[in-house]
């Protein structure tokens, strides 16, 4: 669907640079965190750019994602070796979860919503290798530690927020260039499966507003979609957009991790990445939280 009347390009503000690929961007305690892929790296970032690092991994590393549960313990996904970890009390990274008994192949992304369930997708082929295609699945580890394939035949899943009310989660489906939404059953369960907006280019990172609207990266754009496909705003960028997240103490502000993707072998070649901040409609809602 092309964009609509109220559409509109914005100028976006530097807040970081000097990344190689940020990704994964949460708020949390006041800061914005998210990961470096191609330095190993989890940083949180002020209001002033400052950033400091929270958590390490090995540089190959990639993809790797992360979010918190309700008591703030951080959680990772180690996208090449398909195991969940989280963050010791001494800082330490520790094992949580094998994924690999649903996929061997990359694990991609992570939401945990406010019952603690935690959602994690895989895409399923060597991607970063040059391996053919395959759809990949969503996995629940539920709060009882039972790790659990919900939903299957996804095109490249990607980002995925859940609604306020844990009823509703949607997830970016890059190959297909649509976002998807799944009703959330008592057990965690996801059923219902339906086209929640039909876009012209590949979604990646989203994050969900208050307004019910989503903002997903695409291509070397952020969009702000309502359910349906309506674009209810367009921000251009130089670079590809790699993820979004809403955040900000004062004012609802848009995080937008972006860089220039030359393709897997030279993805960590050189730092494009940046953070851009922009402002927002309406502040975050749902989870990431």
């Given at each position: 669907m092309p964009p609509s009347a109220s559409a509109a390009t914005e100028d976006a503000d530097v807040l970081l640079e000097g990344l190689v690929i940020g990704e994964s961007p949460r708020w949390h305690e006041g800061r914005l965190w998210c990961s470096n892929w191609g330095a190993g790296e989890i940083l949180a970032v002020d209001a002033d750019g400052c950033s400091e690092v929270m958590a390490e991994l090995a540089v190959s590393t990639v993809p790797f994602c992360f979010d918190f549960d309700s008591e703030g313990t951080l959680l990772v996904v180690d996208g090449p070796q398909a195991r969940l970890?989280?963050?010791?009390?001494?800082?330490?990274?520790?094992?949580?979860?094998?994924?690999?008994?649903?996929?061997?192949?990359?694990?991609?992304?992570?939401?945990?919503?406010?019952?603690?369930?935690?959602?994690?997708?895989?895409?399923?082929?060597?991607?970063?290798?040059?391996?053919?295609?395959?759809?990949?699945?969503?996995?629940?580890?539920?709060?009882?530690?039972?790790?659990?394939?919900?939903?299957?035949?996804?095109?490249?899943?990607?980002?995925?927020?859940?609604?306020?009310?844990?009823?509703?989660?949607?997830?970016?489906?890059?190959?297909?260039?649509?976002?998807?939404?799944?009703?959330?059953?008592?057990?965690?369960?996801?059923?219902?499966?339906?086209?929640?907006?039909?876009?012209?280019?590949?979604?990646?990172?989203?994050?969900?507003?208050?307004?019910?609207?989503?903002?997903?990266?695409?291509?070397?754009?952020?969009?702000?979609?309502?359910?349906?496909?309506?674009?209810?705003?367009?921000?251009?960028?130089?670079?590809?957009c790699f993820a979004c997240m809403l955040g900000g103490d004062a004012e609802p502000t848009l995080f937008v991790m972006a860089a220039e993707w030359n393709g897997p072998d030279g993805m960590t070649a050189q730092r494009t990445g940046r953070i851009v901040t922009v402002p927002a409609p309406a502040p975050r809602a749902g989870f990431p939280g």
């Open positions: 970890l989280e963050r010791a009390p001494g800082g330490a990274l520790e094992a949580r979860a094998d994924l690999g008994s649903l996929s061997r192949h990359p694990w991609n992304e992570i939401v945990v919503d406010g019952r603690d369930n935690v959602y994690l997708n895989s895409i399923c082929f060597d991607m970063m290798g040059g391996g053919e295609f395959r759809p990949g699945i969503i996995a629940l580890l539920g709060a009882d530690g039972e790790l659990r394939q919900v939903a299957d035949d996804l095109a490249f899943p990607n980002g995925m927020v859940v609604t306020p009310d844990n009823r509703t989660l949607i997830v970016s489906e890059s190959y297909a260039a649509r976002l998807t939404a799944f009703d959330i059953e008592s057990d965690g369960s996801l059923s219902g499966r339906r086209v929640w907006a039909q876009l012209e280019d590949p979604p990646d990172g989203i994050s969900l507003d208050e307004h019910g609207a989503v903002w997903a990266g695409a291509m070397n754009r952020c969009l702000r979609v309502a359910e349906g496909g309506e674009i209810l705003q367009a921000i251009t960028l130089d670079r590809s």
